[in-house]
């Protein structure tokens, strides 16, 4: 089972990105697909999720301006991020949960990707 993270890059305050996570070798409607992410000396933090019925979650500071969505066909799931802020900065990693509802905490995060890198300048 592999996770593969991309879509990363620089980009200026203001702008957008859209990441995917690909899925090999796991069914996704088996798993709540997450979002986290580590800014440069801090701790890797939650950032949305999308369990098995469309649901979706979302931490306070990417609210209004982040949304994730799944792709079960493809085993993909995306992040689309708006009106990014140099605080988004960071590495952006996808994993998929214990169950179909499994989100929020990476203690409970059984499968992770290589993450995926986020620069936003100011």
């Known amino acids: 089972v592999q996770l593969q993270a991309s879509g990363g890059g620089l980009v200026q305050a203001g702008g957008s990105l859209r990441l995917s996570c690909a899925a090999s070798g796991l069914p996704f409607s088996t798993r709540a697909m997450n979002w986290f992410r580590e800014a440069p000396g801090k701790e890797r933090e939650f950032v949305s999720a999308i369990i098995w019925d469309g649901g979706t979650f979302y931490a306070d500071p990417v609210k209004g301006r982040f949304g994730i969505s799944r792709d079960n066909a493809k085993n993909t799931v995306y992040l689309q991020m708006n009106s990014l802020k140099p605080e988004d900065t960071g590495v952006y990693y996808c994993?998929?949960?214990?169950?179909?509802?499994?989100?929020?905490?990476?203690?409970?995060?059984?499968?992770w990707g290589k993450g995926t890198l986020v620069t936003v300048s100011s």
């Open positions: 994993a998929g949960g214990r169950s179909r509802s499994t989100i929020g905490s990476s203690a409970y995060m059984e499968l």
